[in-house]
């Protein structure tokens, strides 16, 4: 069921920065708890980040750890993924979900927007 509207991505030099956005016009978001996710062709989808309700609990994969920073505006209805540092390996379809808990389960979440691609390659 796609409720969420990623944007942000692109294609970036290895090194190179991006920040990811997850939005809806369809309900409140900070009812939600907030995962980031992404699926590399030929790869299972891994939770890469999330974060509670509040901002106040984040979580990362090892894999993104120190380098992505997941963050939300409840004001703007708006959840981020910055990402720093970006390798080739964080290639990928990247898709925000929102659900009751905090998880890197994606079958805890209810709602998911369709993705964003970001491309890393010099």
């Known amino acids: 069921q796609l409720q969420l509207v990623e944007s942000g991505g692109g294609l970036v030099q290895p090194g190179g920065s991006l920040r990811l956005s997850c939005t809806t016009s369809?309900?409140?978001?900070?009812?939600?708890?907030i995962g980031w996710f992404r699926q590399a062709p030929g790869k299972e989808r891994e939770g890469i980040a999330c974060?509670?309700?509040?901002?106040?609990?984040?979580y990362y994969a090892d894999s993104v750890k120190g380098r992505f920073t997941i963050s939300r505006d409840n004001a703007k209805n708006t959840v981020y993924l910055r990402m720093n540092s970006l390798k080739p390996e964080d290639t990928a379809l990247y898709y925000c979900t929102a659900g009751r808990l905090a998880t890197m389960t994606d079958a805890e979440y209810d709602y998911w927007g369709q993705g964003t691609q970001v491309t890393v390659s010099s």
């Open positions: 974060i509670d309700r509040s901002g106040g609990y984040t």
């Open positions: 369809r309900f409140t978001l900070d009812y939600y708890a």
